[in-house]
């Protein structure tokens, strides 16, 4: 072989090598382009009136800045949270990220994976100044053990109920008199299930959903997934099974919805109500729009009311948030929070357009909040509310929840036993 | 005689070697050469399979959040694996999805391989239509299988049931293993034809012409034959079983007793971020399909 040929032979190889691992390695996950452009990313799950508003208020953002360029990526609800957090875990994440409470209390925070939050972008001279802007404990969603601050709320949600009017007079029932208890749920149900319609039913999608629905019930019961250090499960105690045992009773016993044909599309959690199969659902202020959108005939027969309770004299109910925040790892953290006072600062659309409410001090004076329909019963959703327990490996507690109602609720075992078993995994998963 | 050996090998030698080939050195440098040329190959196997396989390895050792630095923990991750429920029920969903999804799969394309191995008008067409499914991802199967399992789907239309398939932890593993057996049964009658057109017809004509029917033919020539095809058959049956994840994943998400072990690892790994009991767990089905394809192997030689 000549000279120039074995030269060749070397070179070739090694080019393509070098080639291989420069591509590799070409990408730094830098956010700053050329000419002082500034680059950012930001990611939320999918509800598609929330997705057009973000697009709308980005596109305004970089008309406004135009050395900002705003990468917005939508990803599918069941992926999201696993997404993100592998994502910010390898350093890889988004600059801005929107996600709900459970999720930075028990696995964001922690890990330490967040910026804390900086008031001067909001123009404020302190956190504590930043907080007064907002109805007292809202932001309680987005806080550190030690008290620190690391979001703002992008929306802010109570729970109340929602029934079909139209269902409600084809079963003879009285709209104006809505349930009060879940035992009203169940006399009702049964009459709207002669009607021709699903009388109630939960919604079965991901685990945090299942989690979330057996929350709502342990708050009116007073039962809790952890005891009170937080290291073990109360499941197994009689007012945590007390809460299961409504779910089980309303599906199995009293039979006002069937768990097996319920829609599982967690792109539209209330598809079921909103087709007009259901008459009465769990409702939270976000979902209004989308059944406005889905079905204006259903809409036009939507009634929220308060959220049936155990015992109506001692109200209770369920507060959850998604929280605008910033990746720790994130280069752009100053333009990534003045961002995110822009988003902020427009919190009339958002309950305009998508019914989410920013809960600012005052948010309920407003014009925007006037229009909104039923503010009455919303209202008094966010008096008696509060945020969902989190724990350590918060995620495998919630797996192990939502196998424990599958087991009761599709395959009949008897709640008392289904939750013995998922106690274990529960004190499994918060101790190792 | 050693003469009529070498020459014509002699000749051989002398057309094939290129220039300088009898010079010494020469074997070294054309394997440094070889060597350079797979060098990015092997670069990129190294990088994407080996490291990783090997990082695997040392990760089940450790606990490691992604987060914080990875902490020594010896086989405390192994030793927890071991009492736990979670793992030890998906690792029997894997068993049960590979024996009652593979052992009908590939008896079922056996059978239909003996039946279109004959030359008749529209086998060719047939074989189509079987391998169309193995063709197809699984995640579109998944999506197809979903509509026909689903309350008001096609299957129960059919039967004039109402079993809820995908949300019953008695029928749930049964309605993924049809769906799975459909879309893998092509795959190995594929092989099985394969395998059939080896057997010599001259074999089968001697055992008809000693008064041998059909199934003894089948019984003492033909399978005897197959058999090499066979244990490669279920090697790879065993493989593609435990490795399942896609038709799990779309059909019920892991829930009614179908969560299997490679989704198992994706959940541990990724929403709970506990990498190195991930990593542990995958060491140790790692080990168990060494064990079963070993023992397979075993078993082919010594019937052999």
């Known amino acids: 072989m000549s000279t120039r040929a074995r030269a060749r032979a070397v070179l070739i190889p090694a080019v393509a090598v070098l080639a291989v691992t420069a591509a590799c390695g070409s990408d730094d996950g830098g956010s700053t382009g050329d000419g002082g452009q500034i680059e950012l990313t930001y990611w939320t799950h999918t509800h598609p009136p929330m997705n057009e508003l973000n697009e709308q208020l980005i596109a305004e953002y970089e008309e406004a800045n135009p050395n900002v360029d705003i990468t917005y990526e939508m990803i599918p609800n069941n992926d999201f949270g696993t997404k993100m957090l592998t994502s910010l875990s390898n350093g890889s994440g988004p600059d801005i990220i929107n996600m709900d409470d459970s999720a930075l209390r028990g696995e964001y925070i922690p890990k330490e994976l967040l910026a804390p939050i900086d008031p001067a972008a909001f123009g404020a001279d302190s956190v504590e100044e930043l907080e007064a802007l907002y109805v007292d404990g809202t932001l309680d969603g987005a806080k550190g053990e030690d008290g620190t601050l690391y979001g703002v709320p992008s929306e802010f949600n109570a729970t109340a109920f929602a029934i079909n009017t139209q269902h409600f007079a084809d079963a003879g029932l009285d709209p104006a008199n809505p349930p009060q208890t879940w035992d009203d749920v169940a006399e009702y149900g049964q009459q709207l299930v002669a009607a021709g319609h699903e009388g109630f039913n939960f919604v079965y999608l991901h685990s945090g959903w299942y989690t979330q629905q057996l929350q709502t019930l342990l708050n009116e019961t007073g039962g809790s997934i952890l005891n009170e250090d937080g290291d073990g499960s109360a499941l197994t105690e009689p007012e945590s099974v007390e809460a299961l045992q409504i779910w089980y009773d309303l599906i199995r016993e009293d039979q006002v919805g069937n768990a097996d044909t319920a829609s599982r599309e967690a792109t539209s959690p209330f598809e079921d109500f909103a087709s007009g199969r259901r008459s009465m659902t769990m409702i939270y202020p976000w979902a209004v729009e989308q059944i406005a959108i889905d079905n204006p005939e259903t809409f036009e027969n939507l009634a929220v009311v308060p959220l049936p309770q155990v015992d109506p004299a001692n109200p209770s109910g369920r507060w959850y948030g998604y929280y605008f925040a910033v990746n720790k790892a994130s280069e752009q953290q100053e333009e990534a929070w003045r961002f995110i006072e822009y988003m902020t600062s427009q919190s009339e659309r958002w309950l305009e357009d998508v019914s989410f409410v920013q809960p600012l001090q005052g948010w309920e004076e407003s014009p925007a909040a006037a229009e909104i329909p039923f503010l009455e019963v919303w209202s008094q959703a966010y008096q008696q509310g509060r945020f969902d327990e989190v724990g350590p490996h918060w995620s495998e507690v919630q797996d192990a929840i939502k196998a424990a109602i599958e087991r009761s609720i599709f395959d009949g075992q008897p709640p008392a036993e289904s939750l013995e078993e998922a106690a274990e995994s529960v004190e499994q998963s918060v101790t190792s | ?304």
């Open chain 2, 1 to 304: 005689m050693a003469l009529t050996r070498t020459a014509p090998d002699r000749a051989r030698g002398t057309r094939a070697r290129p220039p300088g080939a009898g010079r010494p050195g020469w074997r070294r440098r054309r394997d440094a050469i070889g060597l350079v040329f797979a060098l990015p190959a092997l670069a990129l196997f190294a990088a994407f399979a080996i490291y990783p396989m090997l990082r695997v390895f040392q990760l089940s050792l450790y606990d490691y959040n992604l987060t914080s630095p990875p902490v020594w923990v010896g086989l405390d991750n192994f030793r927890f694996l071991f009492g736990d429920d979670r793992f030890l029920a998906s690792l029997g969903a894997s068993l049960f999805y590979v024996v009652i999804t593979y052992g009908p799969a590939v008896l079922l394309a056996l059978v239909l391989a003996l039946g279109l191995n004959n030359r008749m008008r529209g086998s060719a067409f047939v074989r189509l239509l079987y391998f169309a499914p193995v063709a197809t991802s699984w995640v579109a199967v998944s999506v197809i299988w979903r509509l026909v399992l689903q309350p008001e789907g096609l299957l129960n239309q059919t039967l004039n049931t109402d079993i809820p398939w995908l949300t019953s932890s008695t029928w749930a593993k049964w309605a993924i293993a049809i769906a799975a057996i459909w879309k893998e049964v092509g795959f190995f009658l594929i092989i099985f034809l394969a395998g059939l057109q080896n057997v010599p017809k001259d074999l089968l004509e001697a055992a008809s012409l000693d008064g041998a029917g059909a199934l003894r033919r089948l019984r003492y020539v033909t399978l005897p034959l197959l058999k090499p095809i066979t244990v490669v058959v279920l090697v790879m049956a065993v493989i593609r079983g435990f490795q399942s994840f896609s038709p799990q994943v779309v059909l019920t998400g892991g829930s009614f007793g179908t969560e299997v072990i490679n989704l198992f690892v994706y959940k541990t790994a990724f929403a709970s971020a506990r990498m190195g009991r991930a990593s542990a767990v995958a060491v140790l089905m790692f080990v168990l399909l060494l064990m079963v394809t070993f023992v397979q192997l075993r078993a082919l030689r010594r019937s052999a």
